[in-house]
């Protein structure tokens, strides 16, 4: 059986197109990148990766039909991940203004890498949406005759795309004059950044499934 090259650009394009359009995971790691830097901001876009690849295995055993169909299971998602943004829209609006990069180190090596990479995996596994549109577009874009291991290869390179992604914005809002532009913002970054999660809060609460 040849690759099937069309499928698989046709996925990928889609996942893309997903992917670049700012929500929850875009939010943190731009935070990461300002409020922490880019070593940080990185470990954070590897966490979010990484939660594709559980979203991307229980859709292909067959778990994510269950899950998708079940109103009890949707609804504790739903909840867990509108109460994890708030706790993060708190945090932001509680914590200190990002400081320049001379004052930084102190701050960085506090928090581990580990840390990091736990609030982009919880930021993505924690969202319904992305259970939907995991079944959405196997469904939709992947055929039932494709094998086991090509809808692996899929999931991997989405995984992959997703961290290449974020790692760019990473490094461009880690970028000396792009940060130094937030540092000026000073609490009003934290202020942004706290009411963009509380609006993300609430898009999850209201969410609906279909």
Known sequence: MSFPWLEFAGLMLAFLINAVIPGADFAMVLRQSIARGRRQALFTSAGVA??????????LLG?????????????????????YLLFLAISALRGEPPKAPENLDAIEVKRSDFSAFALGFLTNLLNPKAVLFFLALFTTLVSAHTSGDI??????????????????VSVFFTTPS?????????????????????????????????
Request: proline fraction near 0%; glycine fraction near 8%; include cysteine.
């Open 178 to 210: 792009v940060r130094q532009g937030f540092f000026r913002l000073g609490r009003w970054f934290n202020r942004v950044t706290g009411i963009t999660f509380i609006i993300l809060a609430v898009r999850v609460a209201v969410a609906q499934q279909h």
């Open 50 to 59: 990484t939660s594709i690849l559980v979203h991307g295995s229980y859709t």
């Open 63 to 83: 778990v994510g039909v269950i899950v998708g169909q079940s109103l009890l299971f949707f609804n504790v998602l739903k909840w867990a991940g509108a109460a």
């Open 151 to 168: 809808k692996v290869f899929y999931v991997v390179c989405m995984s992959m795309m997703l961290f290449a992604w974020f790692a760019l």
